[in-house]
């Protein structure tokens, strides 16, 4: 039942955009600011991306009512501005389970619905998919107009750029709407958004010349369009985007509708081929705390919609982030070689501490993961140390520049890989559950994973003293265990496990964070009489190949536990056992990963469960591997703090 509010009389009428279409201009001015009102009160309970979402109230009013969506395909880039898309196309009463476990997903999903054509979150794929549906339509699939509405953020992306020049090139009808809010999370960077800055000031020049036009007698103000026509079409005279065979309308207020919904028309009935409508926008517009830090008010948690005080966890560990920015930090204080790399995320990363302190060894490239690597490929090169700290989701982006320009070069990158495994509310498309397997597998690097926040701290320190190749650490989203750090992280012997605690039935080897859960299962098979080996890899390359033979030869079972998909530290376990004959003397062998399919939003705690990867999870496992028939039901184990 769609939830109504006695102010939201025309968002109350709409049931999809055939409604919205229905209205007339002024009526969809008035709905967008029911619109906003709705969405503040929904995200105040939700929490999720609220800034971005808020940039484009007007925008995606318009934009409905203009185009003849479903049938066009309205394609956002990122798909975290999808909020009001989500509340005018029949999920208004759905919008208070986003990015909960069986809830909306908090970026556009075409499993979700007709309205989203294309599913997103990771930036800058929105053109290329919006080509892709422009040619369907000229093949004579049954697809109406493709529009990628991608930020000033998104657009500063290598993929981006390819998809511009090809869909310039193809020369087919297609609308590119540029919301250019002036910011990425943190302040953009770059050249281009530099360019658009310009564009913008220039805007009232360009329009000056328009109106000075128009003022002209007829026969001189055809003269003078004919000009400057011509000077516009000058090789260098137009703007980037005409130079690549767009057609440039712009820069417009994104926020009236006055301008937005005239615009939309004419070039909905005049484009003959690609179309760049420049909007410029605020990020956070129409509630003054989103307004006034936009950074903090990209992905908000609960939060007080008078005060717009966002719920904080109260006190607690700190967060891997945060302990990974203060370990960097101090490794920097004592070598003046060490920089440091993000893609567009200082704060997500933490490298935004160190920029504190040194901020000529801090570099934010935007949104370029590819182009991070290798930039950072080349410091190495030059001699300096670079840490490449980029999501495990997103270092995805850049995975033939990790091959390419780092292993087989053998270059000394350091890479901190936060949001190692699954990261809740995110959902799938930010799952970091692949970075081990694709790691593994090149010759040369070394791949560490933090068992916790004390460990992190050591592997940090191991890693700015490892100039002998590449190196990877990852650890999970959110806060640590609470365990106590130490003053200064020690140099890890590389290769090297660590053994907690001695058994002698099964031994659970561990790599990364579940550790703890692999604790509470052993506490847990010990009440059950069972003699229980907890050991941690620290390393999956290289493999403490002596541990693991040891582990074989003194148990009958062996279980290893990562947080990361098949093909990962598992699989390299195992490729060691079968080397060292293991399962010639019948060892029973279970290796606990993520399962084969995508694990949907939820809590952490949640999809971990989903994935069969609990404390209780463990248990059952070793059971099973020692024989030991699992007649009790998986009962919830507590993890020990
Ligand atoms: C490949 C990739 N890298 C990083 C991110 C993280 N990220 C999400 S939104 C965002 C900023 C996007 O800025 P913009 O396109 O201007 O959109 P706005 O938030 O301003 O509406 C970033 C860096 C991502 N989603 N995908
Ligand atoms: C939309 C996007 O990709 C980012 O905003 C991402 O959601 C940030 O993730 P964290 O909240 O884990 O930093
Ligand atoms: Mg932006």
Redesign the pocket.
Known sequence: MTQTRTDTPFLDRIAGPADLRRLGDRELAALARELRSELISVVSETGG?L??SL??VELTVALHAVFNTPMDKLIW??G??CYPHKILTGRRDRMRTLRKKGGLSGFTKRAESAFDPFGA????TSISAALGFAVGRDMGQATGDAIAV??????S?GMAYEALNNAGAEGRRLFVIL???E???AP?VGAMSAYLGRLYRQAPFARLAEAAESAMPAPMREGARRARQLVRGMPGAGTLFEELGFDYVGPIDGHDMGQLLPVLRAARARATGPVLIHCCTV?GKGYAPAEKS?DKY?GVSTFDVTTGAQAKKAGGPPSYTSVFGKALTEEAARDPDIVAVT???PA?TGVSVMAERFPARVFDVG?A?QHGVTFAAGMAASGLKPFCAI?ST?LQ?GFDQVVHDVAIQGLPVRFAIDRAGLVGADGVT?AGAYDVAYLTCLPGFTVMAAADEAELTHMVATAAAHDAGPIAFRYPRGAGTGVALPERGEVLQIGRGRVLQEGEDVALLSFGAQLAECLAAAKALEDEGLSVTVADARFAKPLDTGLVLRLARRHRALVTVEQGAEGGFGSVVMHALARGGAFDRGLALRTMCLPDRFIQQASPAEMYADAGLTAADIAATARGALGIADTQTVVPIPLAR
């Open positions: 991306h800034g971005s940039g484009v880039d990122v975290h501005q979150a990771h930036s800058s991608i930020g000033d953020g998104a657009i992306a919301n250019d809010n910011m990425s999370i953009p990020k936009a990209h893609a567009a995320m997500g949104i993961e999501y997103f982006r930010h």
